[in-house]
């Protein structure tokens, strides 16, 4: 992995074992992740657009074009696969809320 994925590699499988990888599904069925980072700061993910909230995605990613993710996404891909993510059924109105909180974060 860390041939492939470079320095996110270790983080993320950290974050995997810590099961810091929340999967929040709405009764309508949309899907996002939230992960607890390592500074205890909690970022959403799209794994459906591969986007994540963190500082690095939109630095190391969108605009450096160094990575092809940051550790917060790679820990979703990883713990899907592992079937190490947490649960949890939110209402639409929850889902809603994380979604525009989101973008009062960037506005």
């Known amino acids: 992995l860390k041939f492939i994925f470079g320095p996110s590699a270790v983080p993320a499988l950290d ?15 949309r899907i996002l992740y939230q992960v607890l980072g390592s500074s205890g700061k909690l ?3 799209y794994s459906s657009c591969h986007f994540c909230t963190c500082p690095a995605f939109g630095f ?3 605009q450096k074009s160094e990575s092809l993710l940051c550790k917060h996404i790679l820990a979703v891909y990883l713990s899907q696969a592992l079937g190490a993510c947490q649960e949890l059924a939110v209402p639409e109105e929850q889902l809603t809320s994380i979604l525009l909180a989101e973008e009062e974060d960037e506005g």
């Open 15 to 29: 974050l995997v074992d810590q099961r810091s990888v929340t999967r929040l599904r709405s009764p309508s069925g």
């Open 43 to 45: 970022y959403t993910c």
């Open 60 to 62: 190391s990613v969108l």
